[in-house]
């Protein structure tokens, strides 16, 4: 057996099926199918059962599934420590935000793999919260509050955000001033989300209503331009639209707290150094950025 044999089960393990395991790793049904043939073949065991309905564990394949991440991990570590310095090399398979990840994340990654010739950088955009064991991710860029999990988090940086509507709403229906005369108005909104605002030196809490629900932040853009109600976004999302016009901030006294930028990754995973250079490059670019607070655009 060898470790690609290896990996490729322990993705099939985790993904639930050969397919998705095949996407994850960038290879075809075919080779997957091979590897594991081979892997069970050499074991004189039977890990995975197989149906229409994707791959389960038996009772051996349950058992080995840990011992197989655990040298895959291992192995991981001991190629880190002698490659040359600076230099990175396998897969580092990533979760981005859609909302503005193409845009202000997309040139970071780039950039990375330009450094790094012999690293395979894959990433998703979406705003869904991906659940980073089960799916097969190494690490996630995420922005805003980071609730309690058994997730690291690397913070990158602040991220600031402001209430805006247009110039139209605010003529039809006026501005609110306080949290409590927000909540009489149409806000636009991801979900039932509630809404921090800060009250001086006080965080408060506001639930907001409305009939306009996207889950993704440019479409919550483009609905507050259009004039359906009030929006809570990212400056990064708004920074344009604020500057024509076509967008004004209200309830200033009311500003959102800021929120972050984080580099998520398992707590059992090893800290890979891709993942750290990720993390340092994502914050040398973040400095830089005029739509974070830093000097000039990405």
Same mark, same amino acid.
């Given at each position: 057996m060898d470790i690609e044999e290896l990996r490729t089960f322990v993705e099939v393990a985790d993904a639930g099926g050969i397919s998705p395991a095949a996407l994850r790793l960038g290879v075809s049904k075919s080779i997957v199918s091979r590897r594991l043939a081979r892997l069970e073949a050499a074991l004189g065991a039977q890990l995975l059962a197989r149906s229409t309905r994707?791959?389960?564990?038996?009772?051996?394949?349950?058992?080995?599934?840990?011992?197989?991440?655990? *040298?895959?991990?291992?192995?991981? *570590?001991?190629?880190?420590?002698?490659?040359?310095?600076?230099?990175?090399?396998?897969?580092?398979?990533?979760?981005?935000p859609l909302s503005f990840g193409p845009t202000h994340f997309a040139p970071v990654l780039a950039e990375m793999a330009r450094r790094h010739p012999k690293l395979q950088i894959q990433t998703c955009y979406s705003d869904r919260f991906v659940d980073l064991i089960a799916e097969g991710f190494d690490c996630a860029i995420r922005v805003?509050?980071?609730?309690?999990?058994?997730?690291?988090?690397?913070?990158?940086?602040?991220?600031?955000?402001?209430?805006?509507?247009?110039?139209?709403?605010?003529?039809?229906?006026?501005a609110p001033e306080t949290p409590e005369q927000?909540?009489?108005?149409?806000?636009?909104?991801?979900?039932?989300?509630?809404?921090?605002?800060?009250?001086?030196?006080?965080v408060i809490t506001v639930r907001p209503q409305g009939r306009f629900k996207a889950d993704n932040g440019t479409a919550l853009v483009a609905a507050a *331009?259009?004039?359906?109600?009030?929006?809570?976004?990212?400056?990064?999302?708004?920074?344009?639209?604020?500057?024509?016009?076509?967008? *004004?901030?209200?309830m200033t006294r009311h500003s959102p707290p800021p929120a972050g930028v984080y580099v998520i990754r398992p707590s059992a995973q090893h800290p890979a150094r891709k993942i750290r250079v990720l993390a340092e490059l994502l914050i040398e670019f973040f400095d830089q950025s005029v739509y974070f607070g830093g000097g000039a655009p990405l």
């Open positions: 994707g791959a389960a564990l038996t009772e051996a394949g349950a058992t080995f599934r840990d011992y197989a991440a655990r *040298v895959c991990a291992e192995i991981d *570590v001991a190629r880190e420590m002698i490659l040359p310095a600076g230099e990175l090399r396998g897969r580092l398979r990533i979760a981005a805003g509050y980071l609730q309690d999990s058994n997730l690291i988090a690397r913070r990158i940086g602040p991220i600031y955000g402001k209430l805006v509507a247009s110039p139209d709403y605010i003529k039809a229906h006026g927000l909540v009489a108005h149409q806000a636009l909104m991801q979900g039932t989300e509630a809404w921090q605002l800060m009250d001086g030196d006080k *331009v259009a004039g359906l109600g009030i929006a809570y976004l990212p400056d990064c999302l708004t920074y344009e639209y604020l500057a024509s016009g076509a967008l *004004v901030p209200i």
